[in-house]
């Protein structure tokens, strides 16, 4: 059986004497050329990359900046948003949570999620409102306040409103 050193014998040649490890100069020209051209290569990636970057930047300030502008909040409220978004993408749904967690300390105050008896209600005022804008001074002897409180099936017998008014 032979010994472990002979099984990992790298001499190839026999004169006992390593393989040579460095290719011959002739050898590696092609591989310079090849080396300058990946090194090339490199650095336009790395200026590529970092003007990507800078582009997704500007465009997410942008995002932030329009979502805040919509939401008619000061546009230097997105120094914050953007500080605490890090590297999160600026989405709506991120935006708006984010308004429904900190929106408060910037003077945000959402809007109340209306029932339907709250959504009728706000309707009806705004149909008596106009009704009494439009109506002038009382002519049936019927007071705003009278109105301002009457529901619609008061206010449809009374001849306030027409049924073809309701929608």
Avoid: C, H
Wanted: proline share 4%.
């Amino acid at each position: 059986m032979a010994d472990d050193d002979d099984l990992l014998d790298l001499d190839d040649d026999g004169d006992g004497n390593a393989p040579q490890t460095t290719p011959p100069a002739s050898a590696t020209r092609p591989n310079d050329e090849l080396r300058k051209k990946l090194e090339k290569a490199n650095r336009l990636n790395q200026q590529l990359t970092a003007q990507i970057a800078e582009i997704a930047k500007t465009n997410k300030t942008n995002k932030v900046s329009t979502f805040l502008a919509g939401k008619e909040l000061d546009a230097g409220i997105a120094q914050y948003v953007l500080a605490d978004l890090g590297d999160t993408e600026a989405t709506d749904e991120s935006l708006v949570q984010w308004l429904e967690s900190k929106g408060k300390f910037f003077g945000y105050q959402a809007a109340p999620v209306l029932t339907p008896e709250q959504e009728m209600a706000q309707r009806q005022a705004a149909m008596i409102s106009a009704a009494s804008a439009a109506a002038g001074p009382a002519q049936s002897g019927l007071s705003v306040d009278w109105i301002k409180k009457a529901s619609i099936k008061d206010l449809l017998a009374a001849g306030i409103i027409n049924a073809d008014d309701r929608s």
